[in-house]
């Protein structure tokens, strides 16, 4: 096998495996959420925890991960690149997220992978899942996942998915979303 051909897996293993690290870094995130809500559920009704999530020491972060904030509402968070740039921000609400990216960054839809991968792996792939579900009658028509992309002459100014369908999903856009942007930063400064 020649070196080029080794460092191209090897590039691929290393996407994989950063995905998956942000995948977790999530989960990480809603466990912790959990954690604190039991907490203050102990509290509210007199019960005090021997280990409250506050006490429990720090996690350390891989890839330089944002810390998990406890100022922000639950439902905003930031998304940044590998090396902690804020990319954008994204809101969760019922059953709708939105993404507005940082106004530092020209993000446009033409820059790769934002329409291959984001728009045409992920979206449209999720979109046509729900499409065959309601076709079969697992879901009601108005349960598909639907998207919108606002842009100005190219440039993202939020982009908008309706019905995302649940926690799994959730996390699954979230990541992709993170890998896609970071990926667009990686082209927007070098």
Request: proline content about 5%; glycine content about 4%; cysteine-free.
């Amino acid at each position: 096998m020649s070196t080029e051909n080794e460092t191209k897996k090897l590039l691929e293993f290393k996407e994989i495996i950063e995905k998956r690290i942000l995948e977790l870094a999530i989960e990480i995130k809603d466990l912790q959420k959990a954690l604190q809500e039991i907490d203050r559920l102990f509290v509210k009704t007199g019960f005090r925890t021997f280990t409250p999530a506050e006490t429990l020491p720090e996690k350390t972060t891989p890839m330089n991960l944002p810390p998990i904030s406890t100022t922000e509402p639950e439902d905003l968070m930031n998304l940044t690149s590998k090396d902690g740039t804020i990319l954008g921000k994204i809101n969760v609400e019922k059953l709708q997220i939105e993404f507005t990216p940082s106004d530092i960054f020209e993000f446009t839809t033409d820059i790769p992978p934002f329409q291959s991968f984001f728009i045409e792996r992920v979206l449209e792939n999720m979109r046509k899942t729900d499409q065959e579900r309601a076709a079969n009658g697992e879901i009601d028509p108005s349960e598909i996942l639907e998207y919108k992309i606002k842009d100005n002459e190219g440039k993202i100014n939020t982009i908008s998915i309706i019905n995302y369908g649940g926690e799994r999903r959730l996390r699954e856009i979230n990541s992709s979303l993170r890998w896609t942007l970071d990926k667009m930063y990686d082209k927007v400064k070098g």
